[in-house]
């Protein structure tokens, strides 16, 4: 499969967790607070998918790649896309730190949690659009078929570091935090 497809199909997942995260801050606002176990299969999925799996693909692969063959013309680009992801990092850093608060009720880690998870969808929702259809286009472009198989091989690479069945087990996951909304 082309490499640029792969990221897209894990975009998918990623935005279809991005779905439930905005329904669970809706919730959070009306006063209908999922269960702690939401946040922390949540962090889960973002700690061990986006940021563990598929931001290794684009970070420490595609991106190196990309810069070389550019010779600093990209920079820039580059720099803002890690920075974003920089930045969600730091979003779920916070809910977390508030997780704890949040299952005993207290409303400032509550406001915290909601707060965060906020700004983390809206954040995915714009990063991922912006790579979609903006930055991946671009590296499909400036990358020769040799280049995109080379990438290919690479993110194999990854993918046996973390197992094959790693698109299916966070999938499963977000079926199952999608099921846990549900249930409330």
Known sequence: MDPIEILRNEHGLIRRFVDLLSVAVTRLEV????????????I????????GFHHKKEELVMFVQLAQKKNGAIDGQIEALKYQHDQGRGFIAAIAGALDGYADGDPNDTAV???NAAAFASLLKHHIHTEDHIFFPMS???MTADELEGLGEKFEKV????GADTFERFHKLVIDLDAMLAEE
């Open 31 to 42: 006063d209908q607070p999922p269960p702690r176990a939401f946040f922390d299969d949540g």
């Open 44 to 51: 889960e999925f973002v700690r061990g998918f986006s940021d």
């Open 113 to 115: 949690v909601r707060e």
């Open 140 to 142: 499909q472009e400036a």
């Open 159 to 162: 993918q046996e570091v973390h």
